[in-house]
């Protein structure tokens, strides 16, 4: 073989090694890429992480917004809750855009959050009341984890007052907060966020008196057992027919497991915490107590289907019915549960499982184990 033909094919297997190289890169950072904007939603995560690029790098915004695509693509939904699109593109609504000079993460996002809204349009009714329209309200709560309380409290007000300009608009926004941020059975539900909200609508001229009554009621509500406050007491009475109060359990940890004698989704949760060796353990040394209240009157089935809940637990009854009646405790579900400290103060408020178990996995090593 001549030498310029060594020089060639010496050339080629160099070219394909290359190319194999930045094959594998590529890859590797499509598979990170699409991971984070699964877990962030592609257009939040190239508005922050560009930032820290430099104009060179703006192939990696590329990289984002098409593995957003493919995450799509292959995780299609029809609830409007679980998947992020992208909706850059919509002629109804213009983005807002952050200044160039605008680097620091944190700046970028309150920008961003801050206007998010005004380049929505209120003349398009189809476009109100549009899928596109839900998810650019999915995408703007899962912005505001990005900025501090006081500035996600200002934009919310901010949101609805804007709203506020249109019937239609309003009416719809009303129902979205109410479907993503009150639903017991939303992914995205949040007291912290929906706050703001019902105060915009309690004082809202778009709102008439008798329509103000729903949102003041839920907002009263959700001032009661807030983290930080005193829990209220109540009395419930045992299997056993001994009678008790709340406040008399002593432990540095109370969970109280709000729940219905019939309902699915409990046992599914008591089976769970009962089969973690460390919460057990935790409930042995008398380091947290378990409450589980029936809180409604059918008295004859919660005799009959309570004797098998876990062992340890406290299982009662509110025989006086004031946990309803009086709505001590809102529970729009079953099971519906609340942590309190050793003075009875409220740490978690309606709590996911996931919730609990990582709190005390984090005062009690070994918890989720």
């Known amino acids: 073989m001549k030498e310029e033909n060594y020089i060639l094919v010496a050339r080629r297997l160099g070219n394909e090694i290359v190319n194999n190289d930045m094959k594998k890169m590529r890859n590797r950072l499509r598979s990170k890429l699409e991971c984070f904007v699964n877990e962030y939603g592609a257009y939040t995560a190239a508005v922050i992480l560009s930032g820290f690029l430099t104009l060179s790098s703006f192939s990696l915004i590329t990289l984002i917004l ?19 699109k992208d909706t850059v593109h919509i002629a109804q609504y213009i983005r807002p855009e952050i200044p160039p000079m605008m680097t620091d993460p944190q700046q970028r996002a309150s920008y ?42 200002t934009a919310l007000k901010r949101m609805m007052s804007r709203m506020e300009e249109d019937s239609t608009a309003y009416s719809r926004f009303c129902f979205l907060s109410e479907k993503y941020l009150y639903d017991p059975n939303s992914p995205m539900r949040s007291e912290e966020y929906f706050i703001p ?13 008798y329509e103000k009554i729903r949102p003041a009621d839920r907002l009263a509500q959700a001032h009661k057992n807030r983290p930080g406050m005193k829990a209220t007491d109540f009395s419930y009475v045992t299997l056993k027919g001994k009678v008790g109060r709340m406040s008399g359990i002593n432990a540095d940890y109370t969970l109280l497991f709000f729940y219905e004698p019939d309902c699915t989704n409990c046992r599914k949760h008591e089976q769970i915490l009962a089969e973690l060796p460390a919460f057990v353990e935790m409930q042995e040394k008398g380091v947290l107590r378990v409450l589980a209240v029936y809180p409604d ?37 079953t099971p519906t549960m609340y942590l309190l400290d050793k003075e009875k103060k409220v740490i978690l408020k309606d709590a996911t499982l996931e919730q609990t178990i990582q709190y005390l996995s984090a005062v009690y090593p070994g918890a989720t184990e």
């Open 112 to 153: 961003y959050v801050k206007h998010y809204w005004d380049g929505y349009s209120l003349a398009d009714t189809a476009f109100i009341r549009s899928d596109d329209t839900e998810q650019l309200f999915s995408d703007f709560i899962g912005a505001l984890q990005y900025v501090a309380p006081e500035e996600s409290n």
């Open 197 to 209: 909200i019902l105060e915009q609508m309690v004082d809202s001229k778009r709102l008439d008196e």
């Open 297 to 333: 009157d059918n008295e004859e089935e919660w005799l009959l289907k309570s004797s098998a809940m876990p062992r340890g637990w406290i299982v009662g009854w509110n025989k006086q019915g004031d946990i309803r009646n009086k709505t001590l405790y809102e529970i729009r579900a």
């Open 66 to 84: 098409f593995a957003a695509c493919k995450q799509n693509q292959a995780n299609g939904s029809d609830d409007g809750i679980s998947v992020r």
